[in-house]
């Protein structure tokens, strides 16, 4: 397992939910939801400087088929947009099937009421996400999810993302 903090991004319409893990890879913590929209690529490079972390994993929306729908396109487009801001940080793409339902069932079993999950939802769908991942690798050995290439990568290689699963 490799070590370092990583950061998980759950990219929604409106809000932005972001886990990070602790140095040693093991465990995801949400972080912060931040809003969608002017700033937020600023934000969540400045929460990526301040826990100094290694990746980013962003979340790509894939239906149960395995599809990619219009917020996975949304989804790697911001994951694109963030990999110019953060680089050299890798940006990995990893599939995110059901972690909102998820985090929703989380909250739920731990008394939060369906009206005040708004204010957390993003940031206990980032933490599934990230937790997922984290727990690839540390069965597997292999680093999660597919890695973004670093703008200005040479053409034809690997920009696509999905799954390692």
Do not use: C, W
């Amino acid at each position: 397992m490799r070590r370092g903090v990583r950061l998980g991004v759950d990219v929604g319409s409106v809000r932005i939910g972001v886990a990070r893990s602790d140095p040693s890879g093991l465990l995801a913590t949400p972080v912060e939801t931040v809003r969608r929209g002017r700033g937020d690529l600023g934000r969540i490079a400045e929460i990526a400087v301040e826990h100094e972390a290694i990746e980013v994993v962003v979340g790509l929306p894939t239906s149960l088929s395995g599809r990619e729908s219009h917020a996975a396109s949304a989804a790697r487009a911001f994951a694109a947009e963030l990999a110019v801001r953060l680089a050299p940080t890798p940006i990995r793409l990893y599939d995110e099937r059901l972690t909102t339902v998820t985090a929703q069932q989380g909250l739920r079993s731990s008394g939060v009421k369906a009206k005040n999950q708004r204010d957390v939802i993003d940031q206990a769908a980032a933490v599934v996400l990230l937790q997922a991942a984290l727990d690839f690798e540390s069965t597997t050995g292999r680093p999660p999810g597919r890695p973004l290439e670093p703008p200005g990568g040479q053409p034809g290689e690997e920009a696509s993302g999905g799954t390692a699963r």
